[in-house]
């Protein structure tokens, strides 16, 4: 019987280990701006926006938990043992600690031995209900070498308000409760003839139900096994101490020790909430998750672009430049090495005739051939050489390059920041007055968006005309483009365009 319990049990463990290894993911993606609460959505936006470095905490899933179990007394009489049975409620303070609320009903009975009989201890029951809040640490959600736990190990400890009735076995004839049991009120005293004396501390006395209500501390510990995202399995053992110096769960006050309960469960919870829009407990979730993804594959870092040394500038890195020295704008290969077209030993760069054909070689230092020149060659050197050409217009070109993008948080008034990116790109609008300056804002998805775009636009134009003495015919108002909504691009150009655009829908102007 005893191999088949291990047997049992190696299967269970088994099954565990290959649900838990099946889980791939890392529990959420940051992304998803669903999971998050609309009151933590501006620093969640300003995380996207690398405005932030911190991303806001998801909404997550409660726990609903059923358990089942051995329960006693520790007393001064011999424990029988009982059952005890409790439904949970828990919800994550963060990825370490959580809270849970709990009502839990313990039925215990115990018997004296020899020795407890000849000192007046008699048999007696116990019905314990507990109303409890306990502070739950997990010991192992965070962890630097894996992903989200498949176990969880965690310490319990909170508050308990229990309520116990208590009776115990009477010598009296009928005793007052089925079985020869009556109810505990007091101290026993086997020369009295009801056998009591004194009252229970705190007990509500109503005939057959006599209740005790006391204060309890809580402390324990268990061991959670994740079988899916939804469910998972525990083990817990948890003592609840009685407060005050309370030593009448055992119908039985002696010694120096209080009484208290231990009670040991097998639990099953389940998570409950819309998992579209809440993540799993945040006790399953590894918060290193997000920083070692990006250290593997990076997706939201903002990385500054690889510049690899070129010290003479020729397009070939010097790890691969087999002549590092060459001159600047000389024509090279892909090693780097200086071209010579027509192999004659005399670079292009230095080349004055760089198709020198083969019957002419040697060459001299400029690499001109030794063959003669021809008459008629001479003749259109010398033709060319007089020759001017016509004069031309050179065709009008914008040279302003790049311009600072503006941010924008929620509204469409300038920071601080803002303005000083202007006053800069102001400063390079009026350098080249044969530009204009393309103004783009973007937001297209709404009426709303339209709307906020154009506002933003509208107020980057505003600030250079008004502020910074740009000429309003030069600015081109372009708004409700495809891009990031919170972001008004400057770009140089050649083309006309609208300098003042109405608004879409004024009805739906933001506040500023």
């Known amino acids: 019987m005893a191999s088949k319990k291990y047997i049992l049990v190696a299967a269970l463990i088994v099954l565990i280990q290959s649900v838990g290894l099946a889980q791939t993911d890392w529990g959420w993606d940051w992304k998803d701006t669903s999971k998050i609460a609309i009151k933590n959505l501006p620093q969640h936006n300003e995380f996207l926006n690398n405005q932030y470095p911190y991303p806001a905490r998801p909404r997550d899933q409660w726990e609903l ?3 089942a179990g051995y329960a006693q007394v520790n007393g001064d009489v011999k424990s029988s043992g009982g059952f005890g049975g409790t439904v949970t409620l828990r919800k994550a303070l963060n990825n370490t600690f959580s809270i849970r609320g709990g009502l839990t009903g313990i039925i215990t009975s115990g018997t004296p031995s020899v020795y407890g009989a000849s000192i007046g201890q008699v048999a ?10 306990d502070v739950i640490a997990s010991l192992n959600s965070r962890s630097y070498y894996r992903g989200n736990p498949k176990t969880n190990v965690y310490l319990l400890g909170g508050y308990s ?14 005793g007052g409760q089925p079985g020869g049991y009556s109810i505990f009120y007091g101290l026993l005293n086997p020369n009295s003839q009801n056998g009591l004396i004194g009252t229970l501390g705190g007990a509500s006395i109503n005939g057959r139900h006599a209740y005790a209500l006391f204060h309890g501390l809580d402390l324990g510990g268990g061991i959670a ?18 407060y005050a110096g309370y030593d009448y769960l055992d119908a039985f006050k002696g010694g120096n020790n209080d009484d208290y309960y231990g009670f040991t469960s097998f639990r099953v919870n389940v998570n409950v909430g819309n998992k579209a829009k809440r993540v799993e407990p945040l006790w399953w979730l590894n918060p290193n998750n997000f920083i070692y993804s990006e250290l593997n594959s990076p997706k939201h870092m903002k990385l ?19 002549e590092p020295n060459t001159p600047k704008g000389a024509p090279v290969d892909s090693h780097g090495v200086a071209k010579d077209t027509d192999g004659d030993g005399v670079p292009d760069y230095r080349d004055k005739e760089v198709l020198t054909p083969k019957n002419c070689f040697p060459v001299n ?34 040279n302003i390059g790049n311009l600072p993008s503006v941010q924008f948080k929620g509204n469409a008034k300038l920071t601080k920041d803002a303005m000083a990116s202007l006053a800069s790109a102001a400063a390079k609008i009026n350098a080249n007055p044969s530009c ?14 339209q709307q906020l775009s154009w506002e933003r636009v509208n107020a ?33 150009t050649l083309e006309d365009g609208p300098n003042t655009v109405p608004a879409p829908h004024p009805n739906l102007r933001s506040s500023h």
Request: glycine share 8%; hydrophobic share 35%.
């Open 365 to 398: 230092n400029d690499g001109v051939g030794s063959c003669p020149e021809p008459a008629c060659c001479k003749e259109i050197r010398d033709m060319l050489a007089n020759w001017q050409p016509k004069t031309t217009v050179a065709a009008p070109v914008c």
């Open 436 to 449: 204009k300056v393309k103004v783009m804002g973007y937001g297209a998805s709404s009426k709303a968006a």
């Open 65 to 67: 938990g059923f358990g």
């Open 161 to 174: 308000l229990n309520a116990a009735r208590v009776t115990y076995k009477t010598p009296i004839p009928g």
């Open 460 to 492: 980057v134009i505003k600030y250079l005309v008004e502020k910074q003495g740009v000429s309003e015919s030069r600015l081109l108002f372009v708004y409700a483009q495809d891009g990031d909504s919170n972001t008004v691009d400057l770009q140089g």
């Open 225 to 242: 096994f994740k079988l899916t995202n939804k469910v998972n399995i525990a083990l817990e053992h948890k003592f609840t101490f009685t």
């Open 304 to 322: 500054p672009k690889v510049v690899l040394p070129d010290a003479d500038g020729d397009g070939v890195t010097d790890q691969f430049d087999l």
């Open 124 to 133: 007696y029951k116990n019905q314990t209900h507990q109303l409890s809040v």
